[in-house]
């Protein structure tokens, strides 16, 4: 963190339902939100994801649940979405230049079977408040910023 530049400027995840279950912010661009704030795009963002699945012109059930919103462009920003087979939702706001975000998702998949999942102590579904899953998700983007496997904001 410390001032430095981060691509990655926020990451939620959302549960099955809709609720936020985890929200951070990973740089000093990322307008400050309050919890409510923080409620409300989860929710907004979930519902926007499931009105874009029940548009979708390619539908069969059989072998696949319909798939919502991956990935959205804008001119300061972009967001990816990463749908999870038990319907748990990843995302992230980054730069717009950003590249890398869908196999950064998925490594924070890994990193969320890993810290929260395993922990005896937390219930599926939950908010999580994990100091061990903070810590490695914040040195995990850190270090995917260092190594260059994301661009750098031009900001």
Same mark, same amino acid.
């Given at each position: 963190f410390a001032g430095a530049p981060m691509p990655v400027l926020t990451l939620f995840i959302v549960n099955k339902a809709?609720? @936020?279950i #985890?929200?951070?912010n990973f740089s000093l661009q990322a307008r400050k939100i309050n919890a409510n704030q923080c409620l409300y795009m989860a929710s907004v963002f979930h519902g926007l994801y499931l009105n874009a699945s029940s548009l979708s012109p390619f539908k069969? /059930?059989?072998t696949? /649940? /319909?798939?919502?919103i991956k990935k959205m462009m804008m001119a300061s920003f972009r967001l990816e979405c990463l749908r999870t087979l038990t319907g748990l939702? &990843?995302?992230v706001t980054a730069d717009p230049d950003a590249d890398y975000l869908e196999s950064l998702l998925n490594e924070i998949y890994v990193i969320y079977t890993? #810290?929260? @999942?395993? %922990? /005896? &102590?937390y219930v599926v579904e939950m908010p999580i408040r994990l100091?061990? &899953? %903070?810590q490695k998700i914040l040195s995990h983007i850190s270090e995917a910023s260092a190594r260059g496997d994301m661009k750098s904001p031009h900001r």
């Open positions: 809709g609720s @936020l #985890y929200h951070k069969n /059930p059989e696949a /649940p /319909p798939m919502g939702k &990843f995302f890993d #810290y929260v @999942l395993k %922990d /005896p &102590f100091e061990s &899953f %903070d």
